[in-house]
């Protein structure tokens, strides 16, 4: 695959911009949106800003209504936008909404990705972690949001992993993209390798529920432990790899897409990603999208689909079906922790989502491949360290 050149800053994108970007919602407004756009879009005005939606999160969607003045109007910026920051009163978001800011920056160069439009990006580059990205309304967009039960059939799993495949393809083997500091890489910084310990809190949420008790398997009660072990063998084994990677999603669910009418699937919410190997996005997405049944006979069929595309684009080196098979039989841990970790009120529903990728590793024997053996890389006080419970939740886990 042509290797390309990447237009990666160091620094920001735009350094003639004065201050730090806001860090309250009443600061967005008319006037400091006009300042911020106008580095790119000279002679560009915000006459008016007009709220739609405020959802916050991990980050905050701002929908907003824009009236623009003749030179906007001309630049083809659009009159409804989502701008995407950390607004969300006080839940500190860590570096993502610099790290979202920065890939779109970067994918700009891609016109045939399966992404959103994106009219502007921004970030402040001083350590603190803050970005935005001014996009286009995907609320008012023809086609659907993705939910996390939603049912997409065998076919559209097969669809969504092309998708996945022309998205690694674009940056796959490059040597540049590795050597941007920006840039996590999978399982080797603190957000990945200490998830399940940093959200224990929330887990122990959803361990005490029980529709959770129901379908988890009695380990997770007996030898939580064993939950770290394995997540931590899961870490150490893709940090080890040395097939060729590319740019990964980091959260590739159906949540994280959105459906256009013709039958693309366009993927969003990028605060994980990362440098890696394609496998974690490809285990997370299929293992999330498929019922247990569809898995069970169709997971290496669709493997293949995944890889037959993949090599269509010009990817050398792309693992065999046996190779990449062994990679997916240990990557559910990643999505077991995650999903126990989420809160349904944050917009997607986590039961569903715990109850596949739990199957997947007891039909796979996850836990005993990646721990059987292996004596555990340290012993973690579970909850000690944690990010703490939202007040909201702390009732839940009293109960």
């Not at 940093?198 to 007996?222: A, C, F, G, H, T």
Request: with cysteine; proline share 7%.
């Amino acid at each position: 695959m042509t290797e390309r050149s990447l237009d990666l800053p160091a620094g920001r994108p735009y350094p003639q911009r004065n201050g730090r970007l806001p860090r309250q919602l009443q600061e967005v407004t008319a006037q400091w949106l006009t300042q911020l756009l106008q580095p790119r879009y000279p002679g560009v005005e915000v006459l008016a800003l007009e709220p739609v939606q405020v959802r916050n999160g991990h980050t905050t969607k701002f929908r907003a209504r824009l009236t623009l003045n003749d030179a906007g109007q001309r630049a083809g910026i659009a009159p409804h936008l989502c701008l995407k920051s950390n607004w969300s009163e006080g839940f500190e978001s860590g570096d993502i909404c610099e790290l979202e800011a920065r890939f779109y920056h970067l994918a700009s160069s891609w016109p045939q990705a399966p992404l959103p439009k994106t009219y502007f990006t921004d970030w402040d580059a001083d350590g603190g972690g803050r970005g935005i990205v001014v996009m286009e309304d995907l609320g008012l967009a023809a086609g659907q949001f993705g939910h996390s039960t939603d049912h997409l059939g065998v076919d559209g799993v097969a669809a969504g992993l092309e998708s996945l495949a022309t998205l690694h393809g674009a940056t796959w083997g490059s040597a540049q993209l590795q050597q941007q500091a920006w840039l996590p890489v999978s399982m080797a910084n603190p957000v990945d390798c200490d998830g399940l310990l940093r959200m224990y809190n929330y887990i122990q949420v959803n361990l005490s529920k029980p529709e959770y008790q129901r379908v988890l398997p009695s380990w997770m009660y007996d030898s939580p432990q064993l939950f770290s072990h394995a997540f931590d063998e899961m870490a150490a084994f893709e940090r080890e790899q040395t097939s060729p990677g590319c740019l990964i999603h980091g959260d590739a669910h159906q949540g994280n897409s959105f459906l256009r009418p013709d039958g693309q699937r366009v993927w969003l919410d990028w605060q994980l990603a990362r440098w890696g190997r394609p496998w974690r996005d490809v285990t997370y997405f299929m293992l999330g999208a498929l019922t247990v049944a569809e898995r069970q006979a169709d997971a290496q069929r669709l493997l293949r689909v995944y890889r037959e595309k993949l090599i269509s684009l010009g990817a050398q080196g792309v693992l065999g079906q046996d190779a990449a098979w062994e990679q997916l039989c240990r990557l559910p841990v990643w999505g077991m922790q995650t999903w126990m970790s989420n809160m349904d009120d944050w917009g997607q529903t986590g039961l569903p989502m715990v109850e596949r990728f739990f199957a997947a590793a007891e039909d796979w024997d996850t836990i005993n491949l990646l721990t059987e053996g292996r004596t555990p890389r340290r012993t973690p006080i579970l909850g000690k360290d944690a990010r703490p419970l939202a007040p909201a939740y702390q009732p839940q886990l009293d109960a």
